[in-house]
Structures are given as structure tokens and as C-alpha cells.
């Protein structure tokens, strides 16, 4: 499986929305309804944001929501704020017990 | 409260085998479901899955690296371990560990503060 791919940089104004796209593979985001979204500022560890394609963990801001469609999946964060400015990763399962992520996408708010 | 710390060498030199600790707390390695990962990510690049431990000791590794990695748990001690043989500088990277139950699935809700590994001589 190779990784997942992201665009590499997204931008927005304050409050506005953004998408991220994260395309994958029949064989992984296709298939499996496992797809997970990770927040991760500089110097930080990995946040989980986004599980299972649309499921918020708790404490996340419903600002952040996902969606899939064929081997394609997305997170949108509605009304950008200044704390939304990081790397965002997705991850999704690929079968045979393994994961992959994405190549990793950084949000600038403008 | 779910923690978990990842604790090793932060020098290595090539061809040479490293091995990493993650202590966790808060979470039991018995408990039906649970599993701790290894994830890690080179400066400036994306996340790598490396593997992961069960409850039940059923491990799983990334293909491109299984066979330089070995995962271990130590419940008495709250520990699993990573070794990873004949390290490259490619392998310099912040390693990190991470936690999953049935309620995350193949998400990881916990990680650790990672740990920066150099290779080099």
C-alpha cells in the first residue's frame, strides 16, 4: 500500500471553511469505513480528531466533520479559527491488520 | 486517565539496533480489545505506521519493515517495547506510541510525547 494522498498545504480566512481531501485505494479507504483524521500541531503529538469517516471523539469541536465517498475521504472545518492552523493527517486501514496515512496536509488560516 | 511515554536512545549509530519503551498507564494490556502502537515521523514529514501489539499478543508490522521490527509487552510492568534492527539514517524520526480499543478501532486515541531518534555515526 502506498500512502494516502493529501494535498500538501490548504489555506482559509478567519471563519471561513476549508476541505481536505484524502484519496486513497479500493483496497484501503474504498473498502473499510475506517478512516481517522489526526490534528497535530508543531512540536506536539498527533491529536485524534476525526474516527470511523465521520465520528468526533469526545471534546472535539463540531467544527471538524468528515466524509467519504468511493476512495475518497475529506474533512471540512467550518469557521476557521486561528487554534485550526496546523498539519492534518488521515489514516486509514488497508486490510491484513495494517495502517496507512496520509502524506499530510498544513492549514494555514489567513 | 490514559498516558502513555516513550523512552530510549536518542543517538544511534548505523547498522546498530535500537530499542524503545513505551510505559503507559491507565490502560491494561489485558483488557480485551487494547492495543499500543508504534507510529513515527521523520523531521519535517508524515506520519509511518510501524505496528502493534494486542491484548491477546497477536502483533502486526508494517509490510516494507517487518523484518526489522519486533514488538514486545511486558504487562507486569505496564511496558512495550520496540526493537528495530540494522537502523539507517533513514530511520531518524520522532517515535511515537499510542493507544486503540474496540471503541477506537483502528484509530489511535492516545499518544504519547514521542521521542527523537538520530542515526547516525
Known amino acids: 500500500h502506498s500512502a494516502l494522498t493529501q494535498p500538501a498545504s490548504v489555506s482559509g480566512s478567519f471563519g471561513q471553511s476549508i476541505s481536505i481531501s484524502c484519496s486513497g485505494t479500493?483496497?484501503?479507504?474504498?473498502?473499510?469505513?475506517?478512516v481517522s483524521w489526526y490534528q497535530q500541531h508543531p512540536g506536539k503529538a498527533p491529536k485524534l480528531i476525526i474516527s470511523?469517516?465521520?465520528k468526533r471523539p469526545s471534546g472535539v469541536s463540531d467544527r471538524f466533520s468528515g466524509s467519504k465517498s468511493g476512495n475518497t475521504a475529506s474533512m471540512t472545518i467550518s469557521g476557521l479559527q486561528a487554534e485550526d492552523e496546523a498539519d492534518y493527517y488521515c489514516c486509514s486501514y488497508a486490510g491484513s491488520t495494517t495502517v496507512i496515512f496520509g502524506g499530510g496536509t498544513k492549514v494555514t488560516v489567513l | 486517565q490514559i498516558t502513555l511515554r516513550e523512552s530510549g536512545p536518542s543517538l544511534v549509530e548505523p547498522t546498530q539496533t535500537l530499542t524503545l519503551t513505551c510505559n503507559f498507564s491507565?490502560?491494561?494490556?489485558?483488557?480485551?480489545?487494547?492495543?499500543v502502537g508504534w507510529i513515527r515521523q521523520p523531521p519535517g514529514g508524515a506520519l509511518e505506521w510501524l505496528g502493534i501489539?494486542?491484548?491477546?499478543?497477536?502483533?502486526r508490522y508494517s509490510p516494507s519493515l517487518k523484518t526489522r521490527l519486533t514488538i514486545t509487552k511486558d504487562t507486569s510492568k505496564n511496558q512495550v517495547v520496540l526493537t528495530m534492527t540494522n537502523v539507517l539514517p533513514v530511520d531518524t524520526a520522532t517515535y511515537y506510541c499510542?493507544?486503540?480499543?474496540?471503541?477506537?478501532?483502528?484509530?489511535?486515541?492516545?499518544w504519547g510525547q514521542g521521542t527523537l531518534v538520530t542515526v547516525s555515526s
Open positions: 479500493s483496497r484501503d479507504i474504498g473498502t473499510y469505513d475506517l
Open positions: 491507565g490502560l491494561s494490556l489485558t483488557t480485551n480489545g487494547v492495543g
Open positions: 501489539i494486542f491484548w491477546d499478543g497477536d502483533k
Open positions: 470511523h469517516v465521520t
Open positions: 499510542a493507544h486503540r480499543d474496540y471503541s477506537s478501532d483502528w484509530a489511535f486515541d492516545y
